[in-house]
C-alpha cells in the first residue's frame, strides 16, 4: 500500500499528525477498520481511536502518553500503508490510539498540559486522558496490551559496551514481581521479537526494569490479568532523527502481531520462556550524547558528560549540548567519546556558558536542528 504521504518527522505540530493520519487512513479499506473520536485533551485537542480487522484476539496498542516520545506514533502511521502488516490481521481485532497525549506532543513535553505524567495516573484518573485510556481498556477487553513508549538515550546494557537502541519489559503485576500467567504470555512475544531481530549492528536490545507501579498503566493492565508489553524506542550513535529505531520498532510490532495468535499456548513452557526472557541483558544508565575524557581545567582533567536538550525549533528539534555531569563514575560510555589527551584537533576552545551550554568549534560541539 504505497503513497505519497508525507512522513512525520521525529518533531511534528498535532496538526500536521491529523492531516497526515487522516490522509492515511483515507486509503483503508472501508470495511477493515472504525474510525472513532474518543474525547479531548486538556487543551481541547481530539484524541482519536481506530480499529482493524475482525479477529478473534484482541489487541489494545497506545503510543505517545508520554509527549516528546513520538517514534512508536510514527511507527504505527507508517505500519497503516504496509500490506504485510494487514495480511497480519486475519485473526486479530487491533485497537489504536496513536497519541493520547496531543498537548504533550505539540509541545515536545513528557506530561501533559496540566503537567501531569499521564502514565502515573493510572489509580487517580485524574486527567481527560487518563480517562480515556481506561475507557478504552474497560470497553475493549484487550487479550493483549502493547503500552508505546520511547527513552532517552543515557541507557546502555549491563555488562556490555552496546547502547540500548531497543528495551522491552513484561511489567509486573503486583510487587512481589510473581511471574504470572499474563506474565508469560507477554514474556513469550518479547522473545519472540528478540529472535525476529536478530543481531543488531552496533547496538543492542535490553530488558526494562520491572519495579512494580501500580500508578502506571502497565502495571495495572499486568495487574488486571492482561498480558502487557512495554516498548521503549532507544538511541545509538548519530541517530537522533530516530529513523534507524523507527523502522526497528516496526519490525517489532509486526513480530508481536505475528506471534500473538500464540500468546495463550505456553503449557510445558514456562522455564524455558522465562529463561529466555531473562538472558535479555538489563538496561543500565551509563551512556550519555558526548563523554569529554581528560577535560583539563584549573583542578586537573576532568571526565565531562555532556547530554542535548532538546526544544523544538523552527524547522524541527534543536539539540543543545548542555553539562550534565562531571566526574561520575556511573557514566561509562558516550554515544560520541572524545579522549582530548588523545585529541590532536582540539585547539582549548572548549566553552562552558552561564547556562551549562557547551560548545567546541573544534570539536564539533554546537547546537544542531534535526
Same mark, same amino acid.
Given at each position: 500500500?504505497?503513497?505519497?504521504i508525507?512522513k512525520?518527522?521525529? #518533531?511534528?505540530?498535532?496538526?500536521?499528525?491529523?492531516?497526515?493520519?487522516?490522509?492515511?487512513?483515507? *486509503?483503508?479499506?472501508?470495511?477493515f477498520?472504525?474510525?472513532s473520536? @474518543?474525547?479531548?485533551?486538556?487543551?481541547?485537542?481530539?484524541i482519536?481511536? +481506530?480499529?482493524?480487522?475482525?479477529?478473534?484476539?484482541? /489487541?489494545?496498542?497506545?503510543?505517545?502518553?508520554?509527549?516528546?516520545? =513520538?517514534?512508536?506514533?510514527?511507527?504505527? !502511521? %507508517? $505500519?497503516?500503508?504496509?500490506?504485510?502488516?494487514?495480511?497480519?490481521?486475519?485473526?486479530?481485532?487491533?485497537?489504536?490510539?496513536?497519541?493520547?497525549?496531543?498537548?504533550?506532543?505539540?509541545?515536545?513535553?513528557?506530561?501533559?498540559?496540566?503537567?501531569?505524567?499521564?502514565?502515573?495516573?493510572?489509580?487517580?484518573l485524574?486527567?481527560?486522558?487518563?480517562?480515556? +485510556?481506561?475507557?478504552?481498556?474497560?470497553?475493549?477487553?484487550?487479550?493483549?496490551?502493547?503500552?508505546?513508549?520511547?527513552?532517552?538515550?543515557? #541507557?546502555?546494557?549491563?555488562?556490555?559496551?552496546?547502547?540500548?537502541?531497543?528495551?522491552?519489559?513484561?511489567?509486573?503485576?503486583?510487587p512481589?514481581?510473581? /511471574?504470572?500467567? &499474563?506474565? @508469560?504470555?507477554?514474556?513469550?512475544?518479547?522473545?519472540?521479537?528478540i529472535?525476529?531481530?536478530?543481531? $543488531?549492528?552496533?547496538?543492542?536490545?535490553?530488558?526494562y526494569?520491572d519495579?512494580?507501579?501500580?500508578?502506571?498503566?502497565?502495571?495495572?493492565?499486568?495487574?488486571?490479568?492482561?498480558?502487557?508489553?512495554?516498548?521503549?524506542?532507544?538511541?545509538?550513535g548519530?541517530?537522533?532523527?530516530?529513523?534507524?529505531?523507527?523502522e526497528?520498532? *516496526?519490525? =517489532?510490532?509486526?513480530? !508481536? +502481531?505475528?506471534?500473538?495468535?500464540?500468546? *495463550?499456548?505456553i503449557?510445558?513452557?514456562n %522455564?524455558?520462556i522465562?529463561?529466555?526472557?531473562? &538472558?535479555?541483558?538489563?538496561?543500565?544508565?551509563?551512556?550519555?550524547?558526548?563523554?569529554?575524557?581528560?577535560?583539563?581545567?584549573?583542578?586537573?582533567?576532568?571526565?565531562?558528560?555532556?547530554?542535548?536538550?532538546?526544544q523544538?525549533?523552527?524547522?524541527?528539534?534543536?539539540?543543545?549540548?548542555?553539562? #550534565?555531569?562531571?566526574? %561520575?563514575? &556511573?557514566?561509562?560510555?558516550?554515544?560520541?567519546?572524545?579522549?582530548?589527551?588523545?585529541?590532536?584537533?582540539?585547539?582549548?576552545?572548549?566553552?562552558i556558558?552561564?547556562?551549562?551550554?557547551?560548545?567546541?568549534?573544534?570539536?564539533?560541539? &554546537?547546537?544542531?536542528?534535526?
Amino acid at each position: 500500500m504505497s503513497s505519497s504521504i508525507q512522513k512525520l518527522p521525529r #518533531y511534528f505540530t498535532y496538526e500536521l499528525f491529523e492531516k497526515v493520519f487522516m490522509e492515511v487512513i483515507e *486509503k483503508l479499506p472501508q470495511d477493515f477498520y472504525s474510525f472513532s473520536y @474518543l474525547g479531548s485533551s486538556v487543551e481541547n485537542r481530539s484524541i482519536f481511536g +481506530l480499529r482493524l480487522g475482525h479477529g478473534d484476539l484482541k /489487541v489494545l496498542a497506545w503510543s505517545q502518553m508520554h509527549g516528546n516520545e =513520538s517514534t512508536t506514533t510514527r511507527a504505527i !502511521v %507508517e $505500519l497503516l500503508e504496509n500490506k504485510e502488516f494487514f495480511q497480519l490481521l486475519d485473526n486479530i481485532s487491533l485497537y489504536i490510539i496513536p497519541v493520547l497525549n496531543p498537548d504533550g506532543a505539540d509541545k515536545w513535553t513528557r506530561n501533559n498540559a496540566k503537567n501531569i505524567d499521564i502514565n502515573r495516573d493510572a489509580q487517580e484518573l485524574s486527567q481527560p486522558e487518563s480517562l480515556i +485510556l481506561k475507557d478504552a481498556i474497560d470497553f475493549f477487553e484487550p487479550d493483549l496490551a502493547l503500552n508505546l513508549h520511547g527513552q532517552r538515550t543515557i #541507557y546502555g546494557l549491563e555488562n556490555s559496551v552496546l547502547p540500548c537502541q531497543l528495551s522491552f519489559l513484561t511489567p509486573s503485576a503486583d510487587p512481589d514481581k510473581r /511471574v504470572t500467567p &499474563s506474565r @508469560l504470555q507477554s514474556m513469550k512475544l518479547i522473545n519472540h521479537i528478540i529472535t525476529d531481530l536478530g543481531d $543488531l549492528p552496533k547496538a543492542a536490545v535490553g530488558r526494562y526494569d520491572d519495579a512494580f507501579n501500580i500508578y502506571c498503566w502497565g502495571d495495572y493492565c499486568q495487574s488486571q490479568g492482561i498480558p502487557t508489553i512495554l516498548f521503549e524506542a532507544g538511541h545509538a550513535g548519530e541517530d537522533y532523527s530516530r529513523d534507524h529505531v523507527l523502522e526497528l520498532i *516496526k519490525e =517489532s510490532l509486526m513480530s !508481536v +502481531l505475528k506471534n500473538a495468535p500464540m500468546i *495463550k499456548d505456553i503449557e510445558n513452557e514456562n %522455564e524455558s520462556i522465562l529463561r529466555a526472557y531473562q &538472558s535479555i541483558p538489563a538496561v543500565q544508565k551509563n551512556y550519555v550524547d558526548i563523554l569529554l575524557r581528560n577535560a583539563p581545567s584549573i583542578n586537573g582533567t576532568r571526565d565531562i558528560a555532556i547530554m542535548y536538550h532538546e526544544q523544538v525549533a523552527t524547522g524541527g528539534l534543536e539539540f543543545i549540548p548542555m553539562i #550534565y555531569a562531571i566526574d %561520575e563514575v &556511573s557514566i561509562l560510555y558516550g554515544h560520541r567519546t572524545i579522549d582530548l589527551a588523545k585529541e590532536e584537533i582540539f585547539q582549548n576552545d572548549l566553552i562552558i556558558e552561564d547556562d551549562m551550554v557547551v560548545t567546541s568549534e573544534s570539536l564539533k560541539i &554546537s547546537s544542531f536542528i534535526k
